[in-house]
């Protein structure tokens, strides 16, 4: 008798976590909660998704929104994969070596944009650092394929760090995405423990070559909370994003995947997030959300024309 073993279910989804030890999780607070997705248009969406092959971040990375975005027919796409080569403590997308990119997926993504008639699009990706340009020509490929099948949509791009990838930035942006995304996710201090294979000033030096670049491209970017930073650390990295001339930012609570990745220091309490915002905006971002629930991609599209209109009322 032979048997056969399917090799991508026997193997861990974060090999690099498997021998560490639990950490604790505390049950959620009353404002974390979000139902179970059940309706319609969420398994619409979902047969969508499959249907074109393609993977999404909300899948992928658990957003407790899923329900919420996909009832609507919103998603954001993650392209070059569902492999991630970078292993951050705070996510929940598969670490690995990844495989080949499929040239056929920016088609893909343009089709499943038209039908599922977005106005607005957000397109993200898991890290490849096995990739030359880091998955810049793929970003743009896939912006042009969405632009020749829906012309009207505006498309967002939350983009990896390119670390060492010399013109990655300049291939995304000549490419002419409406905004262009990169999260630093977390303050400076927390970096080794959080995101190891990433950078601080790296990428905030991202979001500033897009502007240096393109004046006029909208830029934002986001963190978490409840990671362990302290108060005064997270106005440093407001003060740090304006200097660079990031247009929008977005604070959200971390919310631990499995017991096997960083622990939630604390819930932040709803009261704080409306904090933090004012004090966002009067330090002159154009757009802030911040909440428990706030997610980069969460109310993209509505968050674009508020994001638009605030430019024009300057």
Not at 38 to 51: D, H, I, P
Not at 169 to 183: G, L, S, Y
Request: aromatic share 8%; glycine share 6%; charged share 25%.
């Amino acid at each position: 008798m032979v048997v056969v073993f399917d090799l991508d279910k026997l193997r861990p989804r974060h090999p690099e976590k498997a021998h560490r030890p639990d950490s604790a999780k505390a049950p959620k607070p009353d404002w974390i909660r979000v139902k179970a997705p059940v309706s319609a248009g969420y398994f619409e969406t979902q047969r969508l998704m499959r249907a074109n092959g393609l993977h999404t971040v909300c899948e992928e990375a658990g957003c407790p929104n899923i329900g919420e975005c996909w009832e609507k027919k919103h998603a954001t796409f993650m392209i070059m994969g569902d492999t991630c080569t970078r292993a951050c403590a705070f996510c929940n997308v598969k670490t690995g070596l990844p495989g080949a990119l499929d040239p056929d997926e920016p088609a893909h993504v343009g089709e499943a944009t038209a039908k599922l008639g977005l106005s607005h699009i957000v397109v993200t990706s898991v890290d490849r650092d096995d990739l030359p340009d880091g998955g810049a020509q793929h970003f743009a490929d896939t912006i042009h394929a969405i632009r020749v099948r829906c012309p009207r949509t505006t498309i967002e791009v939350l983009t990896p760090d390119f670390l060492r990838k010399s013109g990655a930035i300049e291939i995304v942006v000549a490419a002419k995405p409406d905004i262009f995304n990169h999260n630093l996710e977390t303050v400076p201090s927390l970096y080794l423990n959080v995101r190891p294979g990433a950078r601080y000033f790296h990428s905030l030096r991202l979001l500033q070559r897009v502007k240096e670049i393109d004046p006029a491209m909208f830029t934002k970017s986001g963190i978490m909370l409840g990671l362990g930073e302290e108060r005064n650390e997270v106005l440093q990295v407001m003060d740090d994003l304006r200097s660079a001339n990031v247009d929008f930012l977005t604070i959200g609570q971390y919310l631990q995947p499995t017991r096997k990745h960083h622990e939630v220091n604390r819930f932040v309490p709803p009261a704080e997030f409306e904090a933090f915002k004012t004090i966002a905006y009067a330090r002159g971002f154009l757009m802030v959300a911040a909440s428990p629930l706030t997610r980069s991609s969460h109310h993209a599209g509505e968050d674009f024309a508020r994001f638009k209109a605030a430019r024009a009322a300057r």
